[in-house]
């Protein structure tokens, strides 16, 4: 699986956007991009995947660049509960050997 | 409730006891994950099974004993453990191996303290 570089932590204000980024520079035509988030001492829940085209569901959009090399998961009105380690995970779902492996995530507060 | 269940939710043990953490899920997935999360570490993947045969040992010391007795049940058997085996160990499951679509599927994990 290609790697990924996150930062390690992120403020946002509360009803803002939350824009989280991604890179993936070694990605191959196949990988995709998954998000996940852990709230404190809990398991790891899955928000969103793609591919190549940009992607939006009741929790979130991801945006993935024309040149699939980075991405950036929005959260376009960001709560409280919102406060987690969001972690992006490239893998390619085809390949039964390709666990899912987990970085060092960015540390999201979501602030009053 | 994620349909991952994990019990107990908490754990203290001491090193010289045996304990086993139960993981049940009843989604029909065909594959099921031990996961370790050490404090301010990465999630480590420890174990997988694919229709209740060990497919991955990620190194894991033999101090841990996984067992799958069918597809909706994990076990993960404990014996003399040592303090740094303290950590958040998380089961999840997915369809099958490739994962496609939503991926794996987590449980809340239990805490497990060993004194």
């Known amino acids: 699986d290609a790697k990924t570089t996150q930062p390690p932590s992120m403020d946002c204000a509360e009803g803002r956007a939350a824009n989280l980024p991604c890179n993936h520079s070694t990605i191959s035509g196949n990988e995709y991009v998954y998000w996940y988030r852990q709230i404190h001492s809990q398991g790891p829940q899955y928000i969103i995947h793609?591919?190549?085209n940009n992607e939006t569901n009741e929790m979130a959009s991801l945006i993935i660049t024309e040149d699939r090399k980075s991405s950036t998961l929005i959260l376009p009105h960001a709560t409280l509960r919102d406060t987690a380690v969001y972690y992006c995970?490239?893998?390619?779902?085809?390949?039964?050997?390709?666990?899912?492996?987990f970085g060092g995530g960015t540390r999201l507060m979501v602030k009053p | 409730e994620t349909g991952v269940t994990q019990t107990p939710r908490h754990l203290v043990m001491g090193m010289t006891n045996k304990k086993s953490l139960k993981c049940e899920q009843h989604?029909?997935?065909?594959?099921m994950y031990w996961y370790k999360q050490s404090a301010k570490k990465p999630l480590e993947l420890m174990f997988v099974y694919s229709l209740e045969e060990r497919v991955e040992n990620n190194s894991v010391p033999s101090r841990f004993s996984p067992e799958c007795p069918n597809s909706s049940h994990l076990f993960l058997h404990l014996h003399t453990l040592q303090p740094e085996d303290s950590a958040l160990y998380l089961c999840a499951s997915s369809q099958d191996l490739w994962a496609t679509g939503n991926g794996y599927t987590f449980g809340s994990g239990t805490r497990l303290t060993v004194v």
């Open positions: 989604l029909g997935h065909n594959a």
């Open positions: 793609g591919l190549k």
């Open positions: 995970i490239v893998r390619l779902p085809n390949n039964a050997g390709n666990m899912l492996t």
